[in-house]
């Protein structure tokens, strides 16, 4: 694999019940190129929780997905309310989910934490009122 | 343990994928929280809830889990059912509540595991 090899995704961020079909159309495509399922199995849900976090926080967002000879790196943006201290969202248990959301399953405060946790690199930019930026990146290497 | 013995110890009815019962689990998890699930990776791992909507099966697809079972008596959705096919993962449901359910996979030696650190 000499050229890198780009995904592309609109999140719709009107409908819960589809949210999550861009990573399981990439675990697809992973699979598809070979890759090792413990990989595709991390770069999923990283991508699965951020692309949650689009729908429940941000009205949804475009993902972009770029594998190399590397690495594969995901990318997530939104025109969000923004993430006010980065730093307390990355906090295990740290929410600010509605009830409603609570209800649907999600809310526990452990998705960027997921994020984290699945990936060699995550970086986090946002700002309030404009929206979020997220990179991640998970290494082949 | 197999997942013909998890709907055995149960008394779950089977919803999809009845091929798929001869295989193995080796773990389990219990939660209606999603990204508490998603914290948990494990090979080859059976995920038990109460909660009933598309997430719960993508996040199994996610974590590459073979089987769900729904406690309580929840029953999935047809578009759930549709889901899980596609992801060939058994699906199953049974009467007793979330505690009994684990206690009884627990106590038969199909243990949990731990979290990843971050
Ligand atoms: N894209 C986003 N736009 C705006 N706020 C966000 C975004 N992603 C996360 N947040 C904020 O960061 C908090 C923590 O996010 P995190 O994913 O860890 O937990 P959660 O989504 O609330 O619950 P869980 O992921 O466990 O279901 C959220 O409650 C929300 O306030
Ligand atoms: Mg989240």
Do not use: H, W
């Given at each position: 694999m000499s050229e890198a090899l780009k995904f592309h995704?609109?999140?719709?961020?009107?409908?819960?019940?589809?949210?999550?079909?861009?990573?399981?159309?990439i675990k697809k495509n992973l699979r598809q190129l070979g890759i090792a399922p413990d990989i595709i199995?991390?770069?999923?849900?990283?991508m699965y929780e951020g692309e949650i976090n689009m729908v429940i926080h941000a009205g949804g967002g475009e993902a972009d997905v770029t594998v190399t000879e590397d690495c594969i790196e995901i990318s997530l943006r939104d025109h969000g309310p923004?993430?006010?201290?980065?730093?307390?969202?990355?906090?295990?248990?740290?929410?600010?989910?509605?009830d409603t959301i609570r209800t649907l399953g999600f809310g526990a405060g452990m998705?960027?934490?997921n994020m984290k946790r699945y990936t060699d690199d995550i970086q986090i930019t946002?700002?309030?009122g404009k929206?979020?930026?997220?990179?991640?990146?998970?290494n082949l290497k | 343990m197999k997942i013909s013995a998890i709907k055995e110890l149960l008394d779950a009815e089977l919803i999809c994928c009845e091929e798929n019962l001869n295989e193995n689990v080796f773990s389990a998890c219990g939660s209606d929280m999603m990204?508490?699930?998603?914290?948990?990776?494990?090979?080859?791992a059976v995920l038990l809830t109460g909660l009933v909507n598309?997430?719960?099966?993508?996040?199994?697809?996610?974590?590459?889990?073979?089987?769900?079972?729904?406690v309580r008596s929840k029953m999935p959705t047809a578009e759930m059912i549709e889901l899980a096919k596609e992801a060939n993962i058994v699906i199953m449901a049974t009467k007793k509540r979330m505690y009994e359910a684990c206690g009884i996979l627990y106590s038969n030696g199909l243990v949990g595991n731990k979290v990843r650190d971050v």
């Open positions: 995704f609109d999140v719709d961020g009107t409908d819960f019940t589809s949210a999550g079909q861009a990573s399981v159309q199995r991390r770069v999923s849900i990283a923004g993430i006010k201290n980065i730093e307390q969202a990355m906090q295990e248990g740290f929410s600010t989910a509605t998705g960027l934490p946002s700002e309030i929206g979020t930026d997220i990179v991640m990146r998970v | 990204s508490d699930v998603l914290a948990y990776v494990k090979d080859q598309s997430q719960v099966v993508r996040t199994a697809e996610m974590m590459d889990m073979r089987c769900i079972v729904f």
